[in-house]
Antibody, heavy 121, light 110 residues
Framework: EVQLVESGGGLVQPGGSLRLSCVAS????????MSWVRQAPGKGLEWVAN????????YYVDSVRGRFTISRDNAKNSLYLQMNSLRVEETAVYYC??????????????WGRGTTVTVSS | QSVLTQPPSVSAAPGQKVTISCSGS????????VSWYQQLPGTAPKLLIY???KRPSGIPDRFSGSRSDTSATLGITGLQTGDEADYYC???????????FGGGTKLTVL
């Protein structure tokens, strides 16, 4: 069964750091682009960052560039998101996704259940 | 403010048809394929439509998608109460080098 399981969420103070992890199973992790997508309470989806199969290309939404770092370990079938200088407004459920990428094409075909990050004093 | 624009809500009676629009620009919908996601209450999003109009395995043909110029449309026929959910469109934006989503549309089946 194709599966993504996130972990690492929790309560953190504003300005603090947190590292999210996502373990993939049921497919060849190293052959897919991967993303992190977040959803604030009662709000819509916001894409955060993605990373190419071999980690050679990385993109971020402007609001997190310089504070968040996406990475992967293909040997461990794992995706990570290091989040520094967290802000209250970044309280959200963070989803790990498997992506399909091609010419003129990008979509998320597998989603994890998400891990909740709460930024509050 | 989302890059892609969707109506906040739509509603229709069981058995009827509904359409959800998604408006963008030349740098996103105008030059890339569109996908649609369904998010049932309290669950993670699920891929519903990809490549503008293709359905993943297991998605019934009551769900359809289309794209024209810088807009896309999701159609749902034979509405069921189980279709009540939030629906999001998404695509790649070449100008931003980002994945972009619509703000989401809440479907109510009256």
């Amino acid at each position: 069964e194709v599966q993504l399981v996130e972990s690492g969420g929790g309560l953190v103070q504003p300005g603090g750091s947190l590292r999210l992890s996502c373990v993939a199973s049921g497919f060849t992790f190293s052959t897919y682009w991967m993303s992190w997508v977040r959803q604030a309470p009662g709000k819509g989806l916001e894409w955060v960052a993605n990373i190419k199969k071999d980690g050679s290309k990385i993109y971020y939404v402007d609001s997190v560039r310089g504070r968040f770092t996406i990475s992967r370990d293909n040997a461990k079938n794992s995706l990570y998101l290091q989040m520094n200088s967290l802000r209250v407004e970044e309280t959200a459920v963070y989803y790990c996704t498997r992506d399909q990428q091609g010419a003129g094409n990008y979509y998320m075909d597998v989603w994890g259940r998400g891990t909740t990050v709460t930024v509050s004093s | 403010q989302s890059v892609l624009t969707q109506p906040p809500s739509v509603s229709a009676a069981p058995g009827q048809k509904v359409t959800i629009s998604c408006s963008g620009s030349s740098s996103n919908i105008g030059s890339n394929y569109v996908s649609w996601y369904q998010q049932l209450p309290g669950t993670a999003p699920k891929l519903l439509i990809y490549d503008n109009s293709k359905r993943p395995s297991g998605i019934p043909d009551r769900f359809s998608g289309s794209r024209s110029d810088t807009s896309a449309t999701l159609g749902i026929t034979g509405l069921q109460t189980g279709d009540e959910a939030d629906y999001y469109c998404g695509t790649w934006d070449y100008s931003l080098d980002n994945v972009v989503f619509g703000g989401g549309t809440k479907l109510t089946v009256l």
